[in-house]
């Protein structure tokens, strides 16, 4: 596996000082088209591909599908592609029915690891394979797995840089962002889904519940893998 390369002299500037449209811009100035952003049309996303077209990046995105998505998450993806024009990258992803085939059915149910693995991690590191530099809208606050990460980050898992605009900002910034923006967004959101991912591994949470709470509800399970360095099984 590659090891992280370094940045030139000239651009190592403080990034964890920076505000979330600097660190966009710097990021696009380090790494040019080589920079993508990745999207499953959760509120963070809505955020990013808005601060992205307001900046004049002309950046890929790369769609997250595991083909397993709620219909308003495919919904929400149209509006944002109808309202800013996104030059989307969708990864091939095996079908359902050959996951059923090679897994046996409902994978989710019996190995969600393997499940994430097969749908999201490896259609990923195929995806990223043409890029340096990966935007993802994380944040610190939605899990005690992700309250140490930087604003940049070496992933020895996918050869790039991954860039965390959004890292520093709560809940209630990102739909202050929204909000006053009147950016689309997904309309599960109001109606309990404060995380959104498949189908079947995702339900609403209790306001008293933490954010994520409400994906693989029940069981230890906090993480898809996607930004988890150590492999998922495989
Ligand atoms: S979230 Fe569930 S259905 Fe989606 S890839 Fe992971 S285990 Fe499979």
């Known amino acids: 596996m590659a090891s992280a ?14 505000g979330a449209e600097e660190l966009l811009r710097w990021g696009y100035a380090e790494f040019g088209d080589q920079l993508c952003l990745t999207c499953s049309w959760q509120k963070q ?29 495919y919904e929400t993806r149209d ?3 109808r309202r800013y024009g996104l030059n989307l990258i969708q990864p091939d992803v095996l079908t359902v029915a050959e996951q059923h085939r090679h897994e046996g059915p ?9 499940c994430c693995h097969l749908r999201k991690v490896e259609p990923l590191i195929a995806a990223l394979e043409p890029y ?34 959004l890292v520093d900002w709560d809940e209630q910034r990102v739909w202050a962002y929204i909000k ?5 967004y997904n309309p599960l959101h109001e109606t309990g889904y404060r995380s959104i991912g498949c189908m079947p591994c995702t339900k ?14 029940g069981s230890d399970k906090l993480e898809c893998g996607l930004h988890v360095e150590a492999p998922a099984s495989t």
């Open 5 to 18: 390369p370094p940045l030139p002299e000239s651009n190592s500037p403080d990034v964890e000082a920076m």
């Open 45 to 73: 996303s809505s955020a990013l591909v808005h601060m992205v077209a307001e900046l004049g990046l002309p950046l890929d995105v790369i769609e997250l599908d595991t083909h397993l998505f709620f219909r308003e998450s």
């Open 79 to 81: 509006r944002l592609v």
């Open 106 to 114: 409902n994978l989710w149910e019996r190995d969600p690891d393997r």
């Open 132 to 165: 340096d530099a990966w935007i993802s809208g994380i944040r610190r606050d939605q899990s005690p797995s992700r309250a140490e990460t930087p604003k940049l980050q070496w992933s020895e898992r996918y050869g790039v840089w991954k860039v965390h605009p």
């Open 180 to 184: 006053v923006n009147e950016i689309p």
């Open 204 to 217: 609403p949470t209790r306001p008293d519940e933490e954010e994520r709470a409400g994906r693989w509800a």
